[in-house]
């Protein structure tokens, strides 16, 4: 007999149980993914992290007077240290170390290294390093002589690489001697071999950049900065005989596949716990991963409140389907429940009876939906609570609302077309306490914040959901006053579908505030979703415009003066802005020697027409000052955009370090960011080039250049761009370079853009934001057709009774459209309104600046969400002509008043 029932309402029972299915992976799935997505992003973040950030290094800077305690003087002995100190690591890091070195190191500052036969090329002083480390001579390959076997106490056997033996003029057999800070103290040294590295991306090679690419002088008077390899008694040899200090340094790599969201915690833990702890006498340790990870953490504590809130919308619309559908079936078999109750049968039997059906398929779908979401790549987290409760819920609401119908028996059945229009006191106070809790909760968020990393907070969690629900409630005791209205007037007009259409949706307003508040509440979370994307997207088109404010940036080391003319010939180059951007440059407060140093800040160059016009060209939104563009050589200070912060600080005029020039200025415009300073600078200075005095031997070298156009030949630019470079580094030398000391880069806007929508959490924030925009368009379409349906047997009343009078097909389908158009425009109104108003009032609750460091956040509404919702009104008015055509079909009008079904 039950399963003949289940078939009996198999298009109710399925419904309920799919609705049961679909919540079961939405619990299941979106934090599956949103974990697996965290994983991966964090993995990405740490991968990108420079060595000296990501990797954990203990260093110990010894004098050849005061031996390391331990072991005394020779470097071979730290060696021994490295397994060492890896066990003494707090916990969890042992386990997620990956690579490991040791090295001893003298440094290239305190070194100058000259030639004897052949000499090295070139008359600048030549600052060469020495470096000992483990895993080097696994990394690389030879090319000439060997690896370095030095004697103790003889000459120190040194390898280099092949970019610093052509740029050095150094070839196996060369002999060097080190001179430390004593110029009676020197060390004999000799090349014994040339090496190139098998990949010179390999972490092995972070400490030796210069190694691979020396530093050559770009303005008179700078040295050369170069690397080389030595084995452990050969840096003895050179301590003993220069009476350099050496350093010691252990480094560790952590495996950044790893780590996972969930140790995040004990990672930062242990890493500052590493921070504060002196490992050997007179070390120091070299690592800033545990601020990188407290950053991340906090950007994927805002994704998580925002997935929270856009999760509970998804669940509370879906909920609030399954009430509706488990309501429908009640209605559907209230004549069989009433009968039963009217044979004497117990509310308890009758829950039994409805509790025994759903028992044998809502749990089943609910745990398919359960297995089919684990099957979702991710990382599950822990026991599935939120499945066991829809088990609970999709199994108990059609027996508790089967009872709850028949608490009380009737000899005959109401009229249900009737519908009472003043809710009891009992309904009004639980309106009112929604909309008291939800205000409550804006106040509370506002004040305490959604940070889920206690765990969610489901009361705040839900704050949302309630203002959704709060608007819906008054929205349902306002629609019928306009409508009151609208029927008045269409009383006038020709034709009854208008004025029955309007009739009966002022009637059934209550009938419709399941539907109602479903709809309002999807519509509001996918709003919600919409205005915080299209926030973030303009708040890093804003990022992206003030790093790049143009289509391209080229930044190279130092560019010939004349670089221009031969940048603009390159393909799809259309204008050019020369450059020069310098950090820790020195301020005074006036010429002379009688200035007062004025502290530091970044002094950026431009030239403001060419500027002007590269940003003209770009189209991006980036306005240059008057005050710069107009700027003329002239006999006094030049005009300057400087930041409030400096503004405060000087005077009406002050002096700026311009590569090595003094230039007076006078502050023109203040101004919190300028494009090209770089985000986050709170201490800058922006000079306008054409209005420098520049002369023809000491001229402002660029080491930028702002570009427009459209398919940039970034490989030709690139080409000339350090063809310039090696020009200006000839005229400075003296003498032929055939090698790009810093080859030049190149950055477009849309490159960066891009590389924005890769960092920290992004994966996660996409996926919040695209479950929320697609699962609330999905359930407000669900829930306009549960509006059709929750009347559907009163409308077939009233369309059999209009048939008879002569209304055809046509009027039919205009009278339902009339009927939905007051509940679906005014639930996307008001699911608009709410989803705009959610971000302002939640404000710095929602933690949307970790998506943009340095750019403020403005509320931002694409029209493309407009569009979504006018086009999710048009969606819902055909679901339910669809919907409405279905029903129909299934009840027969035709014989509907035939039956009898509803007479009075």
């Keep these: ?47 990108r992290l420079p060595h000296l950030v990501r990797d954990v290094s203990f260093a110990v800077e010894q004098r050849p007077d005061r031996p390391r305690p331990e072991e005394g003087a020779p470097a071979a002995a730290g060696e021994g240290d490295l397994d060492r100190l890896l066990g003494l690591l707090p916990q969890p890091l042992p386990a997620l170390v990956d690579r490991r070195w040791y090295a001893a190191v003298l440094d290239e500052q305190t070194l100058t290294a000259t030639g004897d036969e052949p000499p090295m090329d070139g008359g600048a ?47 196996p057999g060369s002999r060097l001697r080190f001179t430390g800070a004593s110029a009676g103290m020197r060390a004999s040294a000799r090349v014994v071999g040339v090496f190139d590295p098998r990949d010179a991306d390999d972490p092995v090679w972070d400490d030796l950049m210069l190694g691979l690419n020396p530093v050559v002088p770009v303005v008179d008077g700078e040295p050369y900065l170069a690397m080389a390899v030595t084995d452990w008694a050969g840096i003895d040899n050179v301590v003993a005989g220069s009476g350099v200090p050496v350093s010691y340094e252990w480094r560790y790599r952590l495996d950044e596949r790893r780590l996972d969201t969930t140790t995040l915690a004990s990672v930062v833990d242990a890493v500052s716990q590493t921070r504060r702890t002196e490992w050997l006498p007179g070390s120091r340790v070299h690592t800033s991963l545990d601020v990188s990870l ?31 559908a488990a309501r429908l079936m009640v209605q559907r078999r209230r004549d069989e429940l009433a009968l039963l109750r009217a044979r004497g049968a117990s509310l308890a039997a009758i829950g039994w009876r409805t509790g025994v059906e759903a028992l044998l398929v809502q749990p089943v779908a609910v745990l398919l939906g359960w297995l089919i979401a684990t099957r979702v790549p991710g990382r599950s987290t822990g026991t599935p609570w939120g499945v066991l409760l829809l088990v609970v819920l999709t199994t108990g609401v059609v027996p508790v609302l089967a009872m709850l119908s028949q608490r009380r028996v009737g000899s005959t059945s109401g009229r249900v077309d009737l519908v009472r229009q003043r809710p009891s006191v009992r309904r009004l106070t639980v309106e009112a306490s929604v909309v008291v809790l939800a205000g409550l909760g804006v106040v509370l968020l506002r004040r305490r914040g959604l940070d889920p990393a206690d765990g969610v907070d489901a009361y705040l969690s839900s704050v949302p959901v309630l203002v959704a629900v709060a608007a819906a409630l008054v929205a349902i005791r306002l629609l019928p006053w306009p409508l009151r209205l609208v029927g008045r007037l269409a009383g006038r007009a020709r034709g009854a579908p208008l004025f029955l259409g309007v009739a009966r949706a002022g009637r059934s307003a209550p009938v419709a505030l399941g539907p109602l508040a479903v709809l309002i509440v999807a519509v509001s979370t996918g709003v919600f979703g919409g205005v915080v994307t299209t926030t973030v997207a303009a708040a890093r088109d804003r990022a992206a415009t003030l790093t790049v404010p143009g289509d391209a940036w080229l930044t190279g080391w130092a560019f010939s003066p004349d670089a221009a003319d031969e940048l603009i010939r390159v393909p799809g180059v259309q204008a050019v802005a020369r450059v020069s951007v310098e950090s820790n440059r020195r301020l005074w407060s006036e010429p002379g ?111 930028r250049y702002l570009l427009a156009g459209d398919d940039i030949d970034e490989a030709r630019l690139l080409e000339v761009a350090d063809a310039t470079q090696r020009r200006r580094q000839s005229a400075v030398l003296g003498t032929e370079v055939t090698r790009t000391q810093l080859p030049a880069t190149l950055e477009t806007w849309r490159a960066h853009r891009e590389g924005l929508e890769r960092t920290g959490a992004n994966e996660v924030l996409t996926l919040t934001f695209t479950a929320g925009a697609g699962g609330s368009a999905a359930l407000a379409v669900l829930a306009v057709g549960f509006a059709v349906i929750a009347d559907a047997a009163g409308r077939g009343r009233m369309l059999s009774r209009l048939r008879t009078m002569g209304l055809s097909a046509a009027h039919g389908r205009r009278l339902l459209v009339y009927e939905l158009v007051p509940l679906v425009v005014v639930a996307a109104l008001t699911g608009t309104a709410v989803g705009i108003a959610l971000p302002r009032l939640l404000g710095p609750t929602l933690g949307l600046s970790q998506f943009a460091p340095g750019v403020p956040m403005r509320d931002h509404l694409d029209p493309l969400v407009v569009g979504g919702v006018l086009g999710l009104v048009v969606l819902g008015l055909l679901t339910g002509l669809l919907v409405e055509n279905l029903v129909n079909r299934r009840m027969r009008l035709g014989e509907a008043l035939r039956l009898g079904e509803g007479n009075a």
């Design 125 to 171: 002083t030549k600052k060469i390093g020495l470096r000992a480390q483990t895993g080097v001579q696994e990394a690389a390959l030879l090319t000439a002589g060997r690896w370095p076997r030095s004697a103790a106490g003889g000459p120190t056997e040194v390898a280099v690489s092949t970019a610093v033996a052509e740029i050095l003029s150094l070839r």
């Design 593 to 703: 020697p009688q200035a007062t140093s004025l502290g530091q800040a970044r002094v950026l160059v431009v030239d403001a027409p060419a500027f002007a016009e590269v940003v003209a060209r770009s189209g991006v939104e980036v306005e240059v000052p008057a005050v710069l563009r107009s700027a003329a050589r002239g006999d006094g200070p030049v005009p300057a955009v400087v930041s409030p912060r400096l503004a405060a600080e000087l005077g009406d005029t002050a002096v700026a370090d311009v590569q090595s020039r003094l230039y007076e200025f006078r502050v023109a415009a203040v101004a919190d960011t300028f494009p090209g300073v770089g985000l986050g600078v709170d201490r800058f200075v922006v000079l306008p080039w054409q209005a420098l005095p520049e002369y023809e031997l000491t001229p402002i070298i660029p080491n």
């Design 1 to 47: 007999m039950t399963v003949r029932r289940i078939r009996a309402y198999g298009g109710h029972v399925g419904l309920l149980a799919v609705l049961g299915l679909v919540a079961a992976v939405l619990v299941t799935a979106v934090p599956r993914l949103a974990n697996g997505y965290a994983d991966r992003s964090l993995h990405a973040d740490v991968a």
């Design 294 to 324: 407290v950053r991340f953490t906090e950007q994927l504590r805002a994704v998580q409140a925002l997935l929270a809130i856009a999760q509970t919308g998804l669940v509370a619309s879906l909920l609030g389907l399954i009430l509706l």
